[in-house]
């Protein structure tokens, strides 16, 4: 793909779990076919923010 990756090696449970023990909410977590290869794709968030929404105005995705 002419791009620099960085792999995980955890399962998208233990993913989950690392995300939120550091504070961050997850916005997106999808299964993506990417030029032959499935990665799955994470967006996260900050739960609190500095003059910020905080996680009410985060999009709930179901576990």
């Given amino acids: 793909m002419g791009q620099r990756l960085f ?3 955890a399962t998208p449970e233990k993913l989950r779990a690392q995300l939120a023990d550091v504070g961050l909410a997850v916005r997106t977590f999808d299964a993506r076919a ?3 290869e499935t990665f799955l794709w994470v967006t996260a968030a900050k739960l609190e923010q500095p003059g910020g929404l905080g996680e ?3 999009p709930q995705i179901p576990r």
């Fill in 34 to 36: 990417i030029g032959g």
């Fill in 7 to 9: 792999y995980s090696h």
């Fill in 56 to 58: 009410a105005a985060l």
